[in-house]
């Protein structure tokens, strides 16, 4: 694994974090919205995460593992909304956007769990930023050895 490569990786790895960051603090921002441009409640966004460039065949993989297997980092695969997890019922008729029994439907997030996501993706934006000024370092370090 070449040097420059190590900084692709985990300038990747932080790109990629820091967008999370961005779709989590969206999802707290509307925690409350009831209507949107199309007229429904916000629905939580999911980041998911895949390897840049992932080997296809049998042999690409052998040839990679027997050459000194160097990595190519992570990228933003999609960006989706949770329908699997129910929207929030609450009882208020004199809300604007009540249903006819006085309820209103309201975004289907989760302070505490947005919390905790955003916790995780600082942390791994924190190590991914650690890796990189190692990288950095080291080669400051052999720059050095050099004069």
């Known amino acids: 694994m070449s040097m420059f490569s190590a900084f692709d990786v985990t300038a990747s790895g932080l790109t990629a974090q820091r967008l999370r960051m961005d779709v989590i603090s969206e999802n707290v921002a509307n925690a409350n919205t009831t209507r949107t441009e ?41 960006i989706f909304e949770d329908t699997t997890t129910e929207m929030n019922m609450v009882y208020d008729p004199s809300h604007p956007d009540a249903d006819e029994n006085g309820y209103v439907t309201y975004p289907n997030v989760n302070i505490v769990t947005e919390m905790t996501d955003l916790i995780d993706a600082s942390r791994s934006y924190e190590a991914n930023s650690t890796a990189f000024n190692a990288s950095k370092s080291m080669a400051l370090k052999g720059l050095e050895i050099g004069q």
Not at 48 to 67: A, D, G, I, R, W
């Open 38 to 78: 199309d007229g429904t409640p916000y629905r939580r966004k999911i980041v998911t995460f895949q390897q840049k460039n992932p080997q296809q065949t049998f042999s690409q993989v052998l040839h990679n593992v027997s050459s000194g297997y160097s990595g190519s980092g992570v990228k933003v695969s999609q």
